[in-house]
């Protein structure tokens, strides 16, 4: 049958039922070679990461940096809420990672950690506040 992957809305053919990415987006579990389900994880983080990031215009919202999108990230601009990372426990639906990353603003490690020296980081409850010398 054939189905839109809800990650890159793209069609692709499938046989299985409960399959709702495409094998570009989330690996290939069929394959019997170095595909590892730990590499397909790897893969489908991947492909939500880009995706979200299109979504957010595809650049930091600071300073426009585009070059690597490793060195984008996702910025609660609610700091009584945690940041959004990407790759730490398990992973999330598509919704889910998609509904979080839309809270965010798209910005680099660089324009990141600016905004947190001025804001301070958030450790529990309690907000403190960083001074650089
Ligand atoms: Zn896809
Ligand atoms: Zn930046
Ligand atoms: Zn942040």
């Given at each position: 049958m054939i189905k839109n992957c809800e990650i890159c809305n793209e069609k692709f053919e499938t046989n299985s039922s409960t399959r709702i990415y495409c094998y570009k987006c989330s690996g290939d579990s069929?394959?019997?070679d170095n595909q590892s389900r730990k590499h397909q994880k790897t893969i489908l983080r991947r492909s939500m990461k880009l995706q979200a990031v299109k979504l957010l215009g595809g650049k930091c919202c600071k300073c426009g940096y585009d070059k690597c999108i490793d060195a984008l990230e996702f910025h609660h601009e609610n700091q009584e809420e945690k940041d959004f990372k990407l790759g730490s426990g398990n992973t999330m639906s598509w919704k889910d990672y998609k509904s979080e990353a839309?809270?965010?603003?798209l910005v680099c490690s660089n324009c990141h950690k600016e905004i947190h020296s001025k804001i301070g980081y958030v450790y529990g409850n309690k907000r403190v506040m960083v001074e650089f010398i």
């Amino acid at each position: 049958m054939i189905k839109n992957c809800e990650i890159c809305n793209e069609k692709f053919e499938t046989n299985s039922s409960t399959r709702i990415y495409c094998y570009k987006c989330s690996g290939d579990s069929s394959r019997k070679d170095n595909q590892s389900r730990k590499h397909q994880k790897t893969i489908l983080r991947r492909s939500m990461k880009l995706q979200a990031v299109k979504l957010l215009g595809g650049k930091c919202c600071k300073c426009g940096y585009d070059k690597c999108i490793d060195a984008l990230e996702f910025h609660h601009e609610n700091q009584e809420e945690k940041d959004f990372k990407l790759g730490s426990g398990n992973t999330m639906s598509w919704k889910d990672y998609k509904s979080e990353a839309m809270k965010c603003i798209l910005v680099c490690s660089n324009c990141h950690k600016e905004i947190h020296s001025k804001i301070g980081y958030v450790y529990g409850n309690k907000r403190v506040m960083v001074e650089f010398i």
